[in-house]
């Protein structure tokens, strides 16, 4: 090995480096090479621990004072850097004497090759240089446009640098190859990741892929990482899949999800499903549930597009032609909570204030109340409170509006049944609509079939007509 | 203790329990309520102690107007005594699977339901407890059969049943097909139909529980959903019919955004037509809209007189629009015109009214992600009732877990053939908060005045103010682990 070729390799590489953004700026050690380019004509004048490590890496802080002794040069408070924790696999010594090897006898490494830029002047030094030292190793792309198997070139895995610290590893760059459509999807990274390189390592380790792969203990590729909780210093975030946004994924989903499960379980545990599938259909059993090494999964928004303004109130005739539609996303309970309302609910189905609208709202039937209503439980409860409603016949004073009410409370009886009802029951009607007692008025309207009626219950005749039952 | 309080407080308190060893979700949901209120009270003077008023009515020496219809004594009503109701309801809704069974698994949904206050008359609040549903479900790819409390919904209605329902599914031809049998309850309650609880005015009641027998056929091909109900009832106790219907629906989505739907009922034991209706929709991100026509007609169980008396059912078109000009704004806007035929009840002496209308317009502004208003007007007028009022709200979410709404309107509201025209105001606050990702705890006020603008002295005090707080908690087996940093998708926002 030629000595003095080794003397002058290497040199400031020591200056350090790590992945990105240090390839630039003068020395983290805040000492200006360049203003001192005279005094100093050689790196290993000062560095001397690049060739023999038996010797410190920087130069001793007092040795300043040689000149800067406050008469020749103002006084300086500096101090050589601490140890720079980094993901380089190589020591200067190491390096130096590998090349040695390697490269011609007539050629010699120098500081400069990896600290200098190319064609500057000596003494602007620099971190390491990665393009340099990539060209150097015949890798003729920009640094993060290297081929993923160059990295082990100059850098140790993120879990073999024990030292790096999390801020640092949040501050790494991003290859190129990440921006790539398609990057994201298995035919992406997961190819990648597959061919068991282990290029991802340096960069990634386990807890980072389980950010948004729940089913990471099932997927060999990201077992084959170590764990580490530093990588978690890199904040994944996914958009949704294209398909995901297609005007009926909501509906085709099902099917999709048995064709390839596996598709989904990358990024939906069994909660996903579960969430709303709560009948559990057989396709949610293959995918994983959450808990110990791994996450709960992708979050889920949904609400069709086609559920659109109004759509509470709109809901019932696609609802009633595909209930099956409706529970991929809805449970049972949430249904009751309409349809069975909760009496110490403060509206849901109805909004605020509806209390003040139900009268007319019930009056005028623009939804049917007793498809989630009691008219017993509900309605005459309340109203018998309210002094609206009583057992017995009842005089037509509340409807003081009309004088001749009672003379025509057929019409409004006709047309509003189900309000009236929630405050008078059969037996005021029959004080006079029975034809065995009373006065005998026939209440039978429009559409009545009388012989289809005694056919279905007679006893509902029997009512009124006893056992004189009429045949037409 | 009915039946269905025994298997509520069964499943309300052996749910965690059976949570133990398996896996579950169970959601716990309480509330409280708080109203004062002063209704009516029918009271009654001699005709001859009745005086004209101002106006030359009859009234009573104090000022309530009174009908009288030839009879020795008039009749009015006076305001009745302040009520208090305050419900306390907790409900639990339970999922729990992993009994060794695939595919098999355990579903209830029961309430606990008190009134606190000192009428003790909280509608739906007697019995205490009761089981909305409670059965066991096995669901495999191509059968699903639950046995126990549950509830079949579809265009007939909600009918409530214990019994046994099964679904076959024939993927090859789209088809579902679905049964059930069981012991009926009451529509749209938790409780059998000889529940005294449904019976407040003491009604004519059937003395059994009615059969109730049923099922429907689904038939689910891409762009199209369709399905055919029916439904029978019967009464136990003399083998007479409760009901017998039959309803068809569909819907059609041949082009995205668009939509068909449209269905009829038609009641067997009567023998004629029930509900039907018919709309085509639009919605795209900008703007949407429906038209389409309707009827509705009253249904009634045949163990009732009411059918006889031919409830007339009325006929309807309708259209809805709404639009989104700007990024944040929403527009509305919908109105519905509707007719009955002749009631054929007429008499000579008073008009009838045939047919009314209502129409309603809105807007909503997300003025950021954390403020939005909404505001809108409505109107309707029919025979016997009207009203036209206006409402809003604003809501505030000044932190991720918090969310502040005001909300206010005013409303005139004629109804019921009463001499009144009451201009009612109410205004409130509604706060929201969610202080871990399965807990949510809300609580709401609201003050109505009202103003009774009669000319007599029955123009009582109804004004009140209601106080309601409620929690709901999630809890689950493995829902709330969170070892790790869950992944963070967004699902089509705009």
């Known amino acids: 090995m030629n000595s003095g070729r080794v003397s002058i390799a290497l040199g400031l590489m020591l200056l350090l480096g790590g992945f990105g953004g240090a390839a630039s700026g003068k020395g983290g050690d805040d000492f200006d090479h360049e203003k001192h380019r005279k005094v100093f004509p050689e790196c290993l004048g000062c560095h001397a621990g690049v060739t023999d490590a038996a010797r410190p890496l920087y130069p001793a802080a007092a040795a300043c004072a040689t000149c800067h002794d406050g008469v020749i040069e103002r006084l300086v408070d500096w101090a050589a850097p601490a140890d720079r924790p980094s993901n380089f696999r190589f020591t200067h010594a190491d390096h130096a004497r590998k090349s040695g090897a390697k490269l011609p006898a007539d050629s010699s490494l120098a500081c400069q090759e990896c600290h200098i830029p190319s064609g500057a002047e000596p003494m602007t030094v620099r971190r390491t240089l990665s393009a340099q030292c990539l060209d150097c190793h015949g890798v003729r792309a920009a640094h993060f446009s290297a081929p ?100 009926r994924f909501l509906s085709r989903h099902g099917g999709d999800a048995r064709r390839d499960p596996a598709r989904c379980a990358s990024c939906h545990t ?69 349809h069975r309302p909760d009496p110490g609910a403060s509206g849901n189905y109805h909004p605020a204030g509806f209390l003040t609208r139900h009268p007319v709202a019930a009056f005028n039937r623009q939804v049917d109340c007793t498809a989630c209503h009691n008219q017993g439980a509900i309605c005459a409860t309340c109203h018998e409170q309210a002094g609206l409603a009583s057992p017995g016949w009842r005089r037509p004073a509340y409807h003081d509006a009309n004088g001749a009410f009672a003379l025509n409370h057929g019409v409004a009886a006709r047309q509003n049944l189900e309000s009236c009802v929630t405050c008078h029951t059969e037996r005021d009607c029959l004080t006079c609509h029975s034809a065995q007692a009373g006065r005998g008025f026939n209440p039978h309207g429009p559409g009545f079939d009388p012989e289809r009626l005694r056919r279905r219950n007679p006893q509902m005749c029997a009512g009124c007509h006893g056992r004189s039952i009429p045949r037409n | 203790m009915n039946r269905g309080f025994g298997w509520g407080a069964l499943l309300l308190f052996a749910a965690p329990v059976a949570a133990v060893g398996q896996e579950y979700l169970l959601r716990l949901d309480t509330r409280a309520q708080r109203v004062d209120y002063r209704g009516l009270e029918e009271d009654s003077i001699p005709a001859g102690e009745v005086v004209s008023g101002p106006d030359g009515g009859l009234e009573t020496p104090d000022g309530h107007a009174v009908t009288c219809i030839g009879e020795s004594y008039c009749h009015f009503f006076r305001a009745g005594p302040v009520r208090q109701g305050a419900p306390l309801v907790t409900s639990a809704d339970l999922t729990a699977w992993g009994f060794g069974v695939t595919d098999l698994s355990l579903h209830a949904n029961a309430r606990v339901g008190l009134d606190l206050g000192t009428a003790d008359a909280w509608p739906g609040s007697d019995p205490a407890v009761q089981l909305n549903e409670g059965y066991l479900q096995y669901a495999a790819e191509r059968v699903t059969g639950r ?178 000009p700007v990024r944040g704004l929403t527009l509305r806007g919908g109105g519905e015109r509707y007719w009955y035929p002749e009631a054929e009840a007429e008499t000579p002496l008073v008009g009838e009214e045939t047919d009314g209308w209502r129409w309603n317009a809105g807007a909503g502004y997300t003025i950021s992600p954390t403020v939005s208003a909404d505001v809108g007007y409505q109107v309707a007028f029919g025979p016997g009732a009207a009203s036209r009022g206006v409402d809003g709200s604003v809501s505030v979410r000044p932190l991720p877990m918090l969310s502040l709404t005001a909300e206010g309107g005013y409303q005139v509201r004629p109804l019921e053939y009463r001499v009144e025209d009451p201009a009612l105001t109410w205004y409130g606050i509604a706060v929201g908060l969610r202080p871990a990702e399965r807990l949510r705890i809300d609580f709401r006020a609201t003050r109505y005045d009202e103003n009774r603008r009669r000319p007599d002295a029955s123009a009582i005090d109804w004004s009140q103010t209601r106080v309601s707080a409620g929690i709901s908690w999630l809890l689950g087996t493995s829902v709330d682990r969170l070892p790790l940093p869950p992944a963070v998708r967004r699902e089509g926002r705009p």
């Not at chain 1, 282990?198 to 380790?205: I, K, L, P, W, Y």
């Not at chain 2, 679905?178 to 407040?200: E, K, Q, W, Y």
Request: net charge neutral; charged share 20%; aromatic share 8%.
């Open chain 1, 148 to 247: 993923d198997t160059a990295c082990a070139t100059c850098h140790l895995t993120l879990a073999e640098a024990t030292a790096l610290p999390e801020a640092r590893v949040a501050a790494f760059g991003k290859p190129v190859s990440h921006d790539e459509a398609g990057f994201v999807t298995s035919r992406g990274h997961g190819q990648l990741a597959e061919r068991g390189d282990g290029t991802c390592a340096f960069c990634h380790a386990r807890d980072f892929c389980a950010q948004c792969h729940v089913n990471a203990p099932e997927v060999k590729a990201i077992q084959a990482l170590a764990a580490d909780a530093r990588s978690l210093a890199i904040k994944a975030e996914l958009a949704a899949p294209a398909s995901h946004r297609e005007a």
């Open chain 1, 270 to 338: 069994r909660e996903s499903c579960i969430a709303c599938h709560r009948t559990r259909p057989t396709i949610v059993l293959a995918l994983p549930d959450s808990g110990s090494g791994r996450g709960i999964g992708a979050r889920i928004e949904r609400k069709p597009g086609y559920h659109g303004v109004g759509f509470a109130d709109r809901h019932g005739p696609p609802a009633r032609s595909a209930p099956g539609t409706c529970s991929a996303c809805h449970t049972r309970a949430e249904c009751l909570e309409c």
């Open chain 2, 147 to 324: 046995l126990g409390r549950q509830v079949e919904r579809g265009r007939l209605g909600s009918y409530g049943h214990d019994g046994l329902h099964l679904a076959y599914r024939f993927p090859s031809l789209d088809l579902t097909a679905i049964g059930f049998a069981g012991l009926g309850l009451a529509r749209g309650s938790a409780l059998p139909v000889t529940s005294d609880a449904l019976n407040p005015l003491d009604e004519f009641q059937p003395r059994e529980r009615q059969l109730l027998v049923g099922g429907a056929i689904e038939w689910r091909r891409r762009g199209v959903d369709a399905r055919l109900d029916y439904v029978r009832e019967v009464d136990r106790d003399t083998r007479n019919f409760v009901s017998e219907r039959m309803a068809l629906s569909a819907t059609l989505g041949p082009v995205s955004g668009w939509s068909l739907t449209g269905g009829a009922d038609y009641d067997l034991a009567w023998g004629w037509w029930g509900t039907a209706d018919l709309a085509i929709r639009y919605g795209g991100t900008r703007f949407g809209g429906s038209a389409g026509a309707r009827r509705y007609r009253p249904y009634f169980d045949l163990w009732t007189l009411w059918g006889a008396f031919s409830p007339l059912a009325y006929s309807a078109v309708n259209g809805s629009v709404w639009l989104a």
